[in-house]
């Protein structure tokens, strides 16, 4: 079945350094990734998406890249600010069939960012 | 996201009460979507719905039961409530129009413990 993973269940690092927080999937069907940015006590919050007809997309501070041979999907943040530390979820959606527009999620990475 | 609220935002209920959280959206999309967030776990859907003829069961449905009432609202109940349903809840919406590429978009969640 689907799943999607993380390598890590945490990640420090010092404000002004870069992160990559990464994730798995296993479901080759997958053709839409998205991360979200979960603060405490609040709902998640859309980051950046990408297709599975790309390997990379940036945004603001934030860059996504997606490797389809080995159903990987990282997520970059430059210049990692104190505002960054939060828990990061890569979710995957599988556009067809009975799961269309249905979400999958990973356990999440809690950045900590230190100053 | 202030388009979807979530009421209320924190409930304790006794084991065996009946209770409802509430979620509505001014977003105008067609898909709304309810979710629990366990510690450590990502996000696990426990019902969605396509619109507003449409109820389907998540991965975690048992326990839980939904009303669509409207576009705009979708609720989700606990006919009796027990200590494990203890968790954190959220609401998501999505706009059909993105043909199964959809990001979702979440409320504030609510918080529930019963005791």
């Known amino acids: 079945g689907e799943s999607v993973g993380l390598h890590l269940p945490t990640l420090s690092v010092q404000e002004g350094d870069n992160s990559i927080i990464n994730c798995a999937y296993s479901?080759?069907?997958?053709?839409?990734f998205i991360w979200y940015k979960q603060e405490s006590g609040k709902g998640p919050q859309f980051i950046i998406d990408i297709r599975s007809n790309m390997d990379k997309r940036q945004g603001q501070r934030v860059t996504v890249l997606l490797n389809k041979t080995v159903k990987h999907l990282s997520l970059q943040i430059a210049a990692t600010q104190p505002g960054d530390s939060a828990v990061y979820f890569c979710?995957?959606?599988?556009?067809?069939?009975?799961?269309?527009?249905?979400?999958?999620f990973g356990r999440g990475t809690q950045l900590t960012v230190w100053p | 996201d202030a388009d979807v609220t979530q009421t209320p935002r924190n409930r304790i209920t006794k084991t065996g009460k009946r209770i409802m959280l509430e979620c509505s959206q001014t977003k105008g999309h067609d898909r709304m979507y309810w979710y629990r967030q366990d510690p450590g776990l990502g996000l696990r859907l426990i019902y969605y719905?396509?619109?507003?003829?449409?109820?389907n069961k998540g991965e975690i449905s048992d326990g839980y039961s939904v009303s669509r009432q409207a576009q705009a609202k979708f609720s989700l109940s606990l006919e009796s409530a027990i200590p494990n349903q203890t968790a954190l809840y959220f609401c998501?919406?999505?706009?059909?129009?993105?043909?199964?590429?959809?990001?979702?978009?979440f409320g504030p969640g609510t918080r529930l413990l019963v005791l």
């Open positions: 998501a919406t999505s706009d059909a129009r993105s043909g199964g590429q959809e990001t979702q978009y």
């Open positions: 979710a995957e959606n599988i556009g067809r069939g009975s799961t269309l527009g249905r979400l999958y």
């Open positions: 479901n080759s069907a997958s053709d839409y």
């Open positions: 719905s396509f619109d507003v003829k449409d109820i």
